[in-house]
């Protein structure tokens, strides 16, 4: 009788995720919610459609908080796509809880919306500049130039999320 060994070899398998994709998605997600928040006739009916649509892009949103080393290894340009996200959570979450309190009028609220929908809108703007930035078909500049133009859009975004914190 012959005795044989049997060998498992097992192996790992990366994730692999597209930061550009996911920052994509989330600037899709972004002007979705403003899209929808500016175009629909019933406020409490846009802000449901608004909800939905926030849930559809948190996957991505989620998605690309795991990720730790994106875009060609700058920090902040992965903070400010995460900014972004930000932007939209407090938003839905901020204006939901408005929605149900009595001392809001409709007047009120729709200025709000509408102040949270400009920031969110400008902000998914600024990261469409960032993403032509950071791509290798982007503008042709040096480093230097290009961390400018991050480190701008950056404080753009931040100073847009502490507005929509306000």
Do not use: C
Not at 112 to 118: L, P
């Amino acid at each position: 009788m012959a005795l044989s060994s049997l060998s498992v070899t097992s192996k790992a398998q990366w994730t692999v995720i597209d930061p550009t994709n996911l920052a994509q998605s989330i600037v899709n997600s972004a002007n979705e919610i403003v899209q929808t928040s500016t175009t629909a006739q019933n406020m409490w009916s846009n802000f449901q459609e608004t909800v939905k649509i926030y849930k559809q892009g948190k996957a991505y949103y989620d998605a690309l908080k795991s990720v730790h080393d994106l875009v060609k290894g700058a920090r902040k340009v992965q903070q400010t796509i995460l900014l972004v996200g930000d932007i939209s959570d407090i938003y839905v979450t901020n204006f939901n809880t408005m929605t149900g309190d009595p001392n809001f009028t409709v007047e009120e609220l729709s200025a709000i919306a509408f102040g949270y929908n400009r920031l969110l809108k400008e902000s998914s703007d600024l990261l469409l500049d960032l993403k032509e930035v950071t791509t290798a078909t982007g503008l042709s500049m040096t480093d230097k130039e290009r961390l400018d133009i991050i480190n701008r859009i950056y404080g753009e975004v931040l100073e847009y999320k502490n507005l929509t914190w306000y």
